[in-house]
T-cell receptor
Framework: EAGVAQSPRYKIIEKRQSVAFWCNPI?????LYWYQQILGQGPKLLIQ????????DSQLPKDRFSAERLKGVDSTLKIQPAKLEDSAVYLC????????????FGDGTRLSIL | EDQVTQSPEALRLQEGESSSLNCSYTVSGLRGLFWYRQDPGKGPEFLFTLYSAGEEKEKERLKATLTKKESFLHITAPKPEDSATYLCAVRSNYGGATNKLIFGTGTLLAVQP
């Protein structure tokens, strides 16, 4: 079974610029997550989708971050404008809707803000 | 507030030297404790899920156990390829439909030949 696909793998931008990340979940996984992992820390949930709908975006900085999941499959996460503190790895994960199912992660996008 | 603390932060072992990693947690109703392995430049790779105190899971040289306050990841006769960061995460009852995982900061394990 193919894993979670993410692109790009790396991105370098200057502060105040915008950036977008793309994620394709494991086939059949209705639930999709975006996590932020700052160096030396564990991942932190930004947003959870169930099919097209948002389940939890309580930790998403909505003044600069946005995410969408059209057609209940692929998802994009956007940052506009970027700040220095947004430098991190952005991980996408997917799972079956059952809350006891594990989340499977992609390899992430490493974002560096200059 | 839900919280996960992992110890030690880093651990260096000789090949074949068994040891344990600790994950202590406080949650408002546990809906699963998860162990992941993360290699440099990669995403977390799922290892185990534990649901209730007393439960144990095994996979090759790894064994995970769970009590009401903590979980241990036991590594028996480790090999250099077991070197990685091991992350512990919990899911709580708070927030209804959310499946949010609360992660610890991980234990960086280095196994020397």
């Amino acid at each position: 079974e193919a894993g979670v696909a993410q692109s790009p793998r790396y991105k370098i931008i200057e502060k105040r610029q915008s950036v977008a990340f793309w994620c394709n979940p494991i086939s059949g996984h209705a639930t999709l997550y975006w996590y932020q992992q700052i160096l030396g820390q564990g991942p932190k949930l930004l947003i959870q989708f169930q099919n097209n709908g948002v389940v939890d975006d309580s930790q998403l900085p909505k003044d600069r971050f946005s995410a969408e999941r059209l057609k209940g499959v692929d998802s994009t996460l956007k940052i506009q404008p970027a700040k220095l503190e947004d430098s991190a790895v952005y991980l996408c994960a997917s799972s079956h809707p059952d809350s006891y199912q594990p989340q499977h992660f992609g390899d992430g996008t490493r974002l560096s803000i200059l | 507030e839900d919280q996960v603390t992992q110890s030690p932060e880093a651990l260096r072992l000789q090949e074949g030297e068994s040891s344990s990693l600790n994950c202590s947690y406080t949650v408002s109703g546990l809906r699963g404790l998860f162990w992941y392995r993360q290699d440099p430049g990669k995403g977390p790779e799922f290892l185990f899920t534990l649901y209730s105190a007393g439960e144990e899971k095994e996979k090759e040289r790894l064994k995970a156990t769970l009590t009401k306050k903590e979980s241990f990841l036991h590594i028996t006769a480790p090999k250099p390829e077991d070197s990685a960061t091991y992350l512990c995460a919990v899911r709580s009852n708070y927030g209804g439909a959310t499946n949010k995982l609360i992660f610890g900061t991980g234990t960086l394990l280095a196994v020397q030949p």
